[in-house]
C-alpha cells in the first residue's frame, strides 16, 4: 500500500513508519519541522503544516490510505486537533483517499474513566483534560465526515507490554480497565486496520487490562 503518516517523526509515528516499511508498504511521512529525522531513505519526507488542507491534499495525493498520528503538548484551551482534521478531512474528500485510520487516546468519547487510577486520577485531570476535550471534537468530526474512518483510543502508553491480557473493545462496560499499551503495539494494529479494512467505522479502545 501507499500510506501518509501524519506525524510520521512522532513517538508513535516513528513505529508506525518502521512497520509500514517490513511489511513493503510504500510511506510518505509528514512533519511540521524541516530538521533531519533519521527515518530511512526510501521514507518521502513532506514538511507541511497538518491545518492546511492544501498541503494536506498534496501529500495525500496517490495514497491508498491516511494514518492520523499528530501529537500536541499544551496545558490550556486547545484546538490542534479539530483544527487539523477538518483540514485534512477537506482534503480527503476533494480529492484524497477516503481511508482514515486517526489514533486519538483514553479519554476520548466513553473511555474517559477507564485507563486506570494513576491515569484517570492524575495524568487526565491535570495534563491531558483539554487535550481530551478537543479529541472529542475531533472524533465528532470524523463520524460525520463521509470518509472510511477507524478511530484508535490506545490505552496510557508505556514501554512495555504489560502482563495483563491484551483487548481489542468496540463497547465499553463499567468495570474496564485498560492500563497499558506500546507504541509498536499501537503501530500494529493501526497497519492492521489499513491493510484488512478492520474496525470501519467503528472507534476502538485496546491495551492491556481487564475488560469487564
Request: aromatic share 8%; charged share 15%.
Amino acid at each position: 500500500m501507499k500510506l501518509l503518516v501524519l506525524g510520521g517523526t512522532g513517538r508513535v509515528g516513528r513505529e508506525i513508519v518502521a512497520q509500514a516499511l517490513t511489511r513493503g508498504h510504500g510511506i510518505t511521512a509528514q512533519s511540521r519541522s524541516t530538521s533531519p529525522h533519521g527515518l530511512p531513505p526510501s521514507v518521502t519526507m513532506v514538511q507541511a503544516d497538518p491545518s492546511d488542507p492544501a498541503a494536506l491534499a498534496g501529500a495525500s495525493a496517490g495514497q491508498d490510505a491516511v494514518i492520523y498520528a499528530l501529537g500536541f503538548r499544551a496545558r490550556g484551551e486547545v484546538s490542534f486537533f479539530s483544527a487539523t482534521t477538518k483540514a485534512l478531512i477537506a482534503a480527503m474528500q476533494a480529492s484524497g483517499p477516503q481511508r482514515l485510520i486517526a489514533i486519538t487516546g483514553v479519554g476520548a468519547g466513553d473511555t474517559k474513566g477507564h485507563g486506570g487510577f494513576f491515569y484517570d486520577f492524575l495524568i487526565y485531570p491535570l495534563f491531558t483534560k483539554n487535550l481530551y476535550a478537543d479529541k472529542d471534537r475531533q472524533e465528532a468530526l470524523i463520524r460525520a465526515s463521509r470518509l472510511d474512518w477507524t478511530i484508535l483510543r490506545p490505552a496510557p502508553f508505556t514501554s512495555r507490554p504489560g502482563n495483563e491480557p491484551f483487548h481489542t473493545l468496540t463497547a465499553i462496560a463499567p468495570g474496564t480497565r485498560l492500563s497499558s499499551v506500546t507504541p509498536a503495539e499501537v503501530a500494529s494494529l493501526a497497519l492492521d486496520c489499513a491493510e484488512q479494512g478492520l474496525h470501519r467505522h467503528e472507534a476502538v479502545f485496546f491495551g492491556h487490562g481487564v475488560a469487564a
